[in-house]
């Protein structure tokens, strides 16, 4: 038994793994739900080709394989869809869901039309014209995939969506690069295998082999890119920016920080969330539905100061309100209720906004 064997076991475990692992991140790119939601779902119709793909090779009932053909060219379409995502680019949704809706509904046809053998087996028994059929059908929708994932990629290319100065902030981009070219590529790959069994009548088994080995390739790819490039581990956090460096946001997709700045200033402020330990940035693009490096910026040309100085002011500002109380509490309690994790902290974020202690600013405005 060669190594051909195992691939769609191996194709079949790795993309599940993947789907797991993705759909339970929080952190870095998977902090954004849409993007994650999306991306899950493209691995998820990997997964389920290695799937059949495995019941085939182990010989289950036919009943219980093909169902993932169905679903093939929905890769393409998730795409696209992932990277409009990503680059802010609006789509119209509904119209992008109709176009899917009818491509999927012209492929029953066709495949009911064309494709009336009862059983996957029958396919694959031997070369028809109903398999040759449907071999041009795949091929079609193979080029589709393809058509849509470079359009995604052109997309991608033609945007700057990073601050060029910092390496860190565009570690997604060259990581979504990475995964459409390794798309494209695959789904080349799958394109000239189609052709090789449609032309050369290719032994059925054989075919089905060398498919598993291109998307266990993928597979892999798609985690050595997660190492390479930790997307789903990285927290995102900018504010150590260098003021030169916070000047650089001309290449940015973002025109509008005056309204997100007002945006953050408002959720911030309603939901409290300066008062929480440890708040990032990833917590308000949440819930914003909007990048790291656009609140970064937005707070950096509006407040003038990093995310960190920001957050602390507001803290500070909060702070100096409890403690002109007429009986306040101690300084250290309310150093904790407004988010301050030690005393120490408290007492330099409130002379950098004051010019003074909390004992001496209570002192120089009570009587």
Known sequence: M???????????????LLVVFIAFRKYGLASR??????????????????????????????????????????????????????????????????IWVLYTIVRLVYLILFFPTDT???????????????????????????????????????????????????IYEKWIRLTIVSNIVVMALLLISSFIYTIFSVDAFLYVKIEMLIYAIFMYTLIFSMLQFPVFVYTGKYDDL????????????????????TEILNVVNDEKLYLEFGLKMNTIAVKLDRTVHH?????????????????????????????LKP??????????????????????????????TPTEFRKSNTK
């Open 33 to 98: 739900k849409r993007l994650k939601t999306v991306l899950t779902l493209l691995v998820f119709c990997y997964t389920f080709v290695s799937l059949d793909y495995y019941l085939f090779s182990i010989n289950v009932d036919d009943k219980y394989i093909g169902g993932s053909y169905l679903f093939f060219h929905l890769i393409g379409f998730l795409f696209y869809y992932f990277v409009s995502l990503f680059i802010n680019r609006p789509i119209k949704l509904m119209k992008w869901i109709v």
């Open 120 to 170: 996957i087996s029958e396919y694959f028994a031997g070369y028809n014209n109903f398999n040759r059929t449907l071999e041009i059908e795949y091929i079609i929708t193979s080029t589709v995939n393809i058509i849509l994932m470079i359009l995604a990629y052109r997309e991608l290319v033609k945007t700057p969506t990073c601050i060029k100065a910092d390496k860190k902030t565009f």
């Open 242 to 261: 260098s003021e030169n460096v916070k000047q650089k946001y001309n290449n940015s997709t973002l025109t509008n920080s005056d309204e997100l700045y």
């Open 327 to 356: 009986e306040p509490d101690t300084v250290f309690a309310i150093a904790l209720d407004v988010g301050f994790n030690s005393k120490a902290t408290f007492y330099t974020a409130f002379r950098k906004f004051t010019g003074q």
């Open 295 to 323: 609140i970064s910026q937005a707070i950096n040309e509006n407040a003038q100061m990093s995310f960190p100085d920001f957050i602390n002011k507001l803290r500070v500002d909060r702070a100096k309100e409890l403690l």
């Open 2 to 16: 060669n190594i051909l064997d195992f691939m769609p076991l191996l194709s079949l475990i790795t993309g599940a």
